[in-house]
C-alpha cells in the first residue's frame, strides 16, 4: 500500500484531535510500523488506552481507501504528518492532525507570519470595521490571516485579506467539500482562487457543534499569534485564546466599548494581559524583521477602508438560527464509520473540554487558589514564589483555560 493511504488509515482509527499521535509516533517511525504493529508492540506505547489498542489491531482499510477516492475526484489534496508540506508549526501543539485535507494554493506557514483573526459570529458595525481593517493592512503588510470563515468576524477578515489582493487561509470545521456556513459560498470561492482552505475532516464530513472547539486548535496552530477582535464573554473566540496560551502563541485583542456585551471577553483578556493593540502596526511590532523580510508596514492606514461594502459584497453573514450548509458537489461521501465520528450538542463539547493541560508553573500558581473562595493576586505571589509579571501571566493562561475565573478586586477563584 502507499504511504497515503496507511496515514488515512491511521486518521481514522485515532480520529480527530487525538492525543495518542505523538506517543505513538515515538515509538514507530511511521504509519506503516503502526499499521503493521502486533497486540504487543501498540501495548509497549505509554498511555495508549484498550479501546484505542482495538481500533488499530484493525487492519481494514476500505474506508481509507474512500476517503482518498473521495480526494480525487474532488481534487482535495492529502497532507500526511510525514509530508515535507506538513507545518512543523502544528507539529508543535498537543493534538496534532495525522492528516490534513486541503485545496487552494498551499502556504509555507513555517516561513510566513500567519496571525489568526477571531471574533464573535454576532458582529457589531464596529467589529466588522475592525477586522476588516486589520485584516486588509496585515494581509497589505505581508502577513496571512487565518480564519475559521464562520459568521461574523471570521468572514470580515478574510474579506479585508481578499480586498488587499492577497491570499488567506481558512480552517474548516466540516469536509472541504462542505461550505459552512452556506451564505460564505461566494467568499469560500473567492478565497480558493488564491488562497488555501485546510480541514482535518475529510471529503463530506459535515459541521458538528464539537467540530470547531477541536477546529480552533489548527487556527491557532497555524498561526504566529492570535487576534481577537470583539467578544462576548463566552465567546467560542476565546477557545482559540486559550489555545493560542497553551501554545506558546502571543495573543493580541482589540478594546471594545465598556458598556458594549461584544466587548467582554475582549476587554477581559486585555485587563489579564492579553496585549492591547489600537493599529495593526502594535503586531507587527513584536516579530523581529530578519525571521520575516517580506513584512512591511509602511501602506498600513492609507487606504479608506469600507468594511460595509465588503461585507455586501462576499455576502458575509452575522448571525444564523439553524445549522446550514451546501455540498460543493452532486454526490455525497459515505458518512464517516469511524469509532472517533464527532457527534454531539454543544453541551457534549463543552464537556469534553474540562480536561486541560497545564504546565508544572500553571499547576503550582493554580494549587495556590482555595477550592473554595477566593484569594488576592499579592497572596497568589507569596505563595508561590514567582515574580508578579509570571504569576500575572499565567493567571491570564489560567482564565483562558477556564480552570478559574477573576473577581472584582484582584480575588481569584477556582471554576
Not at 25 to 36: C, G, M, Q, T
Not at 69 to 88: E, Q, T
Not at 374 to 396: A, C, W
Request: aromatic share 8%; net charge neutral.
Amino acid at each position: 500500500m502507499r504511504e497515503s493511504l496507511y496515514w488515512t488509515w491511521l486518521g481514522v482509527r485515532l480520529g480527530t484531535a487525538s492525543p495518542y499521535l505523538n506517543a505513538l509516533l515515538e515509538n514507530f517511525p511511521s504509519a506503516k510500523d503502526i499499521y503493521d504493529a502486533d497486540r504487543g508492540a501498540i501495548l509497549s506505547v505509554e498511555g495508549v488506552p484498550e479501546s484505542v489498542l482495538l481500533r488499530l489491531l484493525d487492519k481494514e482499510t476500505d474506508r481509507a481507501e474512500r476517503i482518498l477516492d473521495d480526494c480525487r475526484k474532488l481534487g482535495i489534496g492529502v497532507m500526511s504528518y510525514a509530508d515535507p508540506r506538513y507545518p512543523r508549526l502544528l507539529k508543535q501543539i498537543d493534538k496534532p492532525p495525522a492528516v490534513l485535507y486541503f485545496t487552494g494554493k498551499p502556504i509555507d506557514f513555517d516561513r510566513k507570519l500567519g496571525v489568526a483573526v477571531v471574533g464573535t459570529r454576532m458582529m457589531s458595525d464596529y467589529g466588522r470595521d475592525v477586522a476588516y481593517r486589520y485584516s486588509y493592512d496585515l494581509a497589505s503588510a505581508g502577513a496571512v490571516i487565518i480564519s475559521g470563515m464562520t459568521l461574523g468576524i471570521d468572514g470580515m477578515a478574510a474579506a479585508g485579506s481578499l480586498d488587499a489582493q492577497m491570499p488567506t487561509a481558512v480552517v474548516l470545521g466540516s469536509g472541504l467539500d462542505v461550505v459552512y456556513p452556506k451564505t460564505h459560498a461566494k467568499l469560500y470561492k473567492s478565497i480558493l482562487r488564491d488562497g488555501f482552505a485546510v480541514s482535518e475532516y475529510p471529503p463530506g464530513a459535515e459541521p458538528d457543534a464539537r467540530n470547531f472547539p477541536q477546529r480552533n486548535r489548527l487556527i491557532s496552530g497555524l498561526a504566529r499569534c492570535v487576534l481577537v477582535v470583539e467578544a462576548p464573554e463566552n465567546s467560542g473566540a476565546l477557545i482559540t485564546a486559550r489555545n493560542a496560551l497553551t501554545q506558546g502563541r502571543p495573543l493580541f485583542a482589540v478594546p471594545g466599548a465598556i458598556n458594549m456585551p461584544n466587548s467582554v471577553g475582549a476587554n477581559e483578556l486585555i485587563r489579564q494581559g492579553a496585549h492591547m493593540t489600537t493599529s495593526p502596526a502594535d503586531i507587527l511590532e513584536l516579530f523581529e524583521p530578519a525571521h520575516f523580510p517580506e513584512l512591511d508596514a509602511s501602506g498600513i492606514g492609507a487606504m479608506n477602508y469600507n468594511a460595509a461594502k465588503a461585507e455586501s459584497y462576499y455576502s458575509v453573514g452575522t448571525r444564523t438560527n439553524k445549522l446550514s450548509w451546501s455540498k460543493v458537489r452532486k454526490s455525497k461521501p459515505e458518512p464517516d464509520d469511524s469509532p472517533d465520528t464527532i457527534r454531539g450538542d454543544v453541551q457534549a463539547a463543552a464537556v469534553e473540554e474540562k480536561f486541560v493541560p497545564m504546565s508544572d508553573l500553571e499547576k503550582k500558581i493554580y494549587g495556590c487558589i482555595p477550592e473554595s473562595g477566593k484569594v488576592s493576586v499579592d497572596l497568589i505571589v507569596n505563595s508561590s514564589g514567582e515574580s508578579v509579571p509570571d504569576v500575572l501571566t499565567h493567571l491570564l493562561a489560567l482564565t483562558c483555560k477556564g480552570v478559574i475565573k477573576q473577581l472584582p478586586g484582584n480575588f481569584y477563584t477556582r471554576v
